[in-house]
């Protein structure tokens, strides 16, 4: 054999090795291209994220995920990975077409320049046969002499003449990438923010020329209604499986310590929570400042001994995913107890809770559902409390008439004030850590999350399972007026006889005052 021959046949088995492994032929090609090694993340207790993303990105070139969603924090490598993919789904098919998104056309354009200038390569190009024809100078757009394409676009911007993937085939031919769609200091703007999500919809949505054409969005969360926040609650008819890379994960340890170590992680966190929350671990909170802290709520192992337990139950007007959510929950009133002994202090231990999205005719079949799970409970709910507003009126009289049910209405008057009011009002119990939930319940982290982002400027997106809570703490804790509906006559009883007692007393001291003066 020549070496010719020998060196053709060991570029061919190079060559399958890289094509066969996303990570190994980004380790391969970024020293050639930068003149650095390309070094692999090592935090504690996971995999690096940028095998991660590779293995994310190699599902979508098998045709196995064709809406991907990345969740990950800046400075992480998310930009190079995902042009180094590009480049390597070239090396596999060269007629591949691709649109690359980002909020500002330069940027997508620096990426795609990137795209271009590995497969300009000379080693790129020995190892896989691929060439880009004469004229593909610009840095936004080239073309592969096989005929494949790569165009950069930003993403509230118009595409025209531009398309991604091919018709008609049964294996990966390109796809839209969107790397981050919104600018960080125009992500506030409603009216900026809904054009990238309206051009998504209406033009990108659009740009996929077969049903095996992946979009894939990668990027940090910036805002609670952002465009991932529309894939997310499925608002164009996809279910996108989504990654989330934090930059600490719930043990409080670095995604990647190389760059990023915990102690400036920890700096950056003090120094703005609310960025922090967003772009490093993807978790938007309102702007208007959270009400609620996680820490104040406590987590027990095991259940309180209740005097009381009680539903609150705040109805939806429709099962539209955009609105508020139909919330059930389940609470017992407990004294709170230090070191075994009782402090007088009353505390709502939140012993389940529902949230879901049906149709107001199935609200009464709902609501039994979760009263009979609830009565499986050690101490069974005695009463339901039902705010009184179209749905939840339906819903209040057909419960009034079954029987081993008692249902109370919650009226809003202007006494009880704004719903951020009634937020506020609730705080100071909550911060006390009056509000309990289980270490170890399947609803626990949900309620938690949603509560923390909770404002006091109604700027949060959702508060349907704040508002059951805001219900349970003013009937128990505030108003104090769970007794009365529990036991209405013994309670009217008792409040008159003292009411009497005391009416006896202060004539008797007005009596004695009548004398002494006289």
């Known amino acids: 054999m020549d070496k010719a021959t020998q060196l053709k046949l060991e570029n061919a088995e190079i060559a399958a090795k890289l094509r066969g492994s996303l990570l190994l032929f980004i380790q391969a090609f970024f020293p050639i291209l930068t003149g650095r090694d390309f070094i692999i993340s090592r935090p504690i207790g996971r995999?690096?994220?940028?095998?991660?993303?590779?293995?994310?990105?190699?599902?979508?070139?098998?045709?196995?995920?064709?809406?991907?969603?990345?969740?990950?924090?800046?400075?992480?490598?998310?930009?190079?990975?995902?042009?180094?993919?590009?480049?390597?789904?070239?090396?596999?098919?060269?007629?591949?077409?691709?649109?690359?998104?980002?909020?500002?056309?330069?940027?997508?354009?620096?990426?795609?320049?990137?795209?271009?200038?590995?497969?300009?390569?000379?080693q790129y190009k020995v190892l896989f046969d691929v060439h880009l024809r004469d004229d593909s100078q610009a840095k936004d757009a080239f073309t592969t002499e096989a005929g494949g394409t790569v165009a950069a676009f930003g993403s509230a911007g118009a595409i025209t003449g531009r398309n991604a993937g091919l018709p008609g085939l049964d294996r990966f031919s390109g796809a839209v990438v969107i790397d981050d769609s919104h600018k960080p200091d125009e992500v506030h703007s409603d009216l900026i923010r809904e054009s990238v999500i309206t051009n998504f919809r209406e033009t990108i949505q659009q740009r996929p020329r077969g049903i095996n054409v992946p979009i894939v969005f990668i990027g940090q969360r910036l805002h609670e209604q952002d465009l991932p926040?529309?894939?997310?609650?499925?608002?164009?008819?996809?279910?996108w499986d989504n990654v989330v890379l934090k930059s600490?994960?719930?043990?409080?340890?670095?995604?990647?310590?190389?760059?990023?170590?915990?102690?400036?992680?920890?700096?950056?966190?003090?120094?703005?929570?609310?960025?922090?929350?967003?772009?490093?671990?993807?978790?938007?909170?309102?702007?208007?400042?959270?009400?609620?802290?996680?820490?104040?709520?406590?987590?027990l192992a095991e259940e309180p001994t209740y005097s009381i337990t009680y539903i609150t139950a705040d109805t939806a007007e429709t099962e539209d995913p955009r609105n508020d959510a139909t919330v059930f929950s389940f609470w017992g009133l407990y004294n709170i107890e230090i070191e075994g002994r009782k402090t007088g202090v009353m505390g709502l231990h939140w012993i389940a809770c529902r949230e879901m999205r049906v149709e107001p005719k199935r609200l009464e079949n709902e609501f039994l559902d979760f009263w009979q799970d609830c009565a499986r409970h050690k101490m069974p709910p005695m009463v339901a409390f039902i705010e009184k507003k179209s749905t939840g009126v339906t819903l209040i009289s057909i419960l009034k008439g079954m029987r081993g049910l008692k249902v109370r209405e919650i009226e809003r008057t202007r006494k009880s004030g704004s719903k951020s009011q009634r937020f506020i009002d609730i705080q100071p119990y909550i911060a006390s850590k009056q509000v309990s939930l289980p270490a170890h319940g399947t609803h626990t982290e949900m309620c938690v999350n949603h509560m923390k982002k909770i404002t006091n400027n109604?700027?949060?997106?959702?508060?349907?399972?704040?508002?059951?809570?805001?219900?349970?703490?003013?009937?128990?804790?505030?108003?104090?007026?769970?007794?009365?509906?529990?036991?209405?006559?013994?309670?009217?009883?008792?409040?008159?006889?003292?009411?009497?007692?005391?009416?006896?007393?202060?004539?008797?001291?007005?009596?004695?005052?009548?004398k002494t003066r006289n």
């Not at 064709?66 to 789904?89: D, E, T, Y």
């Not at 929350?277 to 009400?291: F, R, S, Y």
Request: glycine fraction near 4%.
């Open 229 to 239: 926040a529309y894939f997310l609650a499925g608002e164009d008819g996809y279910d």
């Open 458 to 514: 109604d700027s949060h997106a959702h508060d349907d399972i704040a508002d059951t809570c805001s219900d349970a703490v003013r009937i128990a804790l505030i108003d104090k007026m769970l007794y009365i509906h529990t036991h209405k006559d013994a309670l009217f009883r008792s409040t008159t006889q003292e009411a009497n007692s005391r009416l006896n007393r202060l004539t008797d001291l007005k009596k004695k005052a009548y």
């Open 47 to 122: 995999e690096s994220h940028f095998i991660t993303i590779c293995r994310a990105l190699t599902k979508c070139t098998r045709l196995e995920s064709l809406r991907l969603l990345i969740n990950v924090p800046p400075g992480h490598g998310k930009s190079v990975i995902v042009s180094f993919w590009i480049a390597w789904c070239y090396a596999k098919w060269g007629d591949c077409n691709f649109l690359y998104i980002s909020y500002a056309k330069t940027l997508a354009a620096t990426h795609t320049d990137t795209v271009k200038r590995i497969m300009s390569l000379s």
């Open 248 to 299: 600490l994960d719930d043990a409080g340890n670095a995604l990647y310590p190389e760059a990023f170590p915990l102690d400036m992680l920890k700096i950056r966190q003090e120094k703005d929570r609310y960025v922090f929350a967003a772009q490093h671990q993807q978790d938007p909170q309102p702007a208007g400042g959270g009400l609620f802290m996680p820490e104040d709520f406590p987590l």
